[in-house]
């Protein structure tokens, strides 16, 4: 597969991804008062842990890419590790949204990186179709992460900035596996760059709305 081959069938699958998603809602819901009372920390700190936990997220899913373009034989160590960091960070809302909640957001997370397995397959074989199908699916889900966020905290993650946020997150995404299948190296590194700052600003929001929900269980 070219390179020019590759561009044009990432365009129409992004085309066809943003025709086809604009409605879709989530149904899982989260529910701050079910959360135990979480032992008082700082706004710093929680901040340093969930930038932690999303760096960890983007650095694993890159490990994949590579190995994955690569046909590397650390790829099921790297899609583990990859998929632990979901119950890692499910695991990091529950003192704040519940048990049940942590475990919801582990759920849609797996199935974040688990549909990316399907982009990544199409793209490499050059499946024009399956490509906007796998596309389609995980905008989807990305769609009902950014819904069950906006639930839990709609005054501080309003529904269209958290879908704005994750759109943002597999459009880089997308960009760097598409880059490195490619062997554009220098994009391929300019691509991560991208979606590693915007996963900190990601986290950041998230840490920000967390304090400004509850300032009541965090130090001054």
Same mark, same amino acid.
């Given at each position: 597969?070219?390179?020019?081959?590759?561009?044009?069938?990432?365009?129409?699958?992004?085309?066809?991804? +943003?025709?086809?998603?604009?409605?879709?809602?989530?149904?899982?819901?989260?529910?701050?008062?079910a959360a135990?009372?979480?032992?008082?920390?700082?706004?710093?700190?929680?901040?340093?842990?969930?930038r932690k936990?999303?760096?960890?997220?983007?650095?694993?899913?890159?490990?994949?890419?590579?190995?994955? +373009?690569?046909?590397?034989?650390?790829?099921?160590?790297?899609?583990?590790?990859?998929?632990?960091?979901?119950?890692?960070?499910?695991?990091?809302?529950?003192?704040?949204?519940?048990?049940?909640?942590?475990?919801?957001?582990?759920?849609?997370?797996?199935?974040?990186?688990?549909?990316?397995?399907?982009?990544?397959?199409a793209a490499?074989?050059?499946?024009?179709?399956? $490509?906007?199908?796998?596309?389609?699916?995980?905008?989807?889900?990305?769609?009902?992460?950014?819904?069950?966020?906006?639930?839990?905290?709609?005054?501080?993650?309003?529904?269209?900035?958290?879908?704005?946020?994750?759109?943002?997150?597999?459009?880089?995404?997308?960009?760097? +596996?598409?880059?490195?299948?490619?062997?554009?190296?220098? +994009?391929?590194?300019?691509?991560?760059?991208?979606?590693?700052?915007?996963?900190?600003?990601?986290?950041?929001?998230?840490?920000?709305?967390?304090?400004?929900? $509850?300032?009541?269980?965090?130090?001054?």
């Amino acid at each position: 597969m070219t390179l020019r081959t590759t561009r044009r069938l990432l365009a129409l699958a992004l085309a066809t991804v +943003a025709a086809t998603t604009a409605g879709t809602t989530a149904g899982a819901t989260a529910r701050s008062d079910a959360a135990p009372q979480a032992a008082r920390t700082t706004p710093a700190a929680l901040d340093q842990a969930l930038r932690k936990l999303w760096e960890d997220h983007v650095t694993w899913t890159r490990m994949v890419i590579v190995s994955f +373009a690569a046909d590397l034989p650390d790829l099921r160590v790297a899609e583990a590790r990859l998929l632990r960091n979901q119950a890692d960070i499910g695991n990091a809302i529950k003192p704040y949204y519940g048990a049940a909640a942590g475990n919801a957001l582990t759920k849609l997370l797996r199935a974040h990186i688990l549909g990316a397995v399907p982009v990544l397959e199409a793209a490499k074989a050059g499946r024009k179709a399956a $490509l906007a199908r796998a596309l389609k699916a995980w905008y989807a889900n990305a769609d009902q992460i950014a819904a069950f966020l906006s639930h839990a905290n709609p005054a501080h993650w309003p529904l269209a900035t958290m879908r704005q946020m994750m759109h943002r997150h597999l459009e880089l995404t997308t960009r760097e +596996a598409v880059a490195r299948l490619g062997a554009r190296w220098s +994009a391929d590194v300019a691509a991560y760059d991208a979606v590693h700052r915007e996963i900190l600003e990601m986290a950041d929001m998230l840490a920000d709305g967390i304090v400004a929900q $509850l300032p009541e269980r965090f130090a001054a």
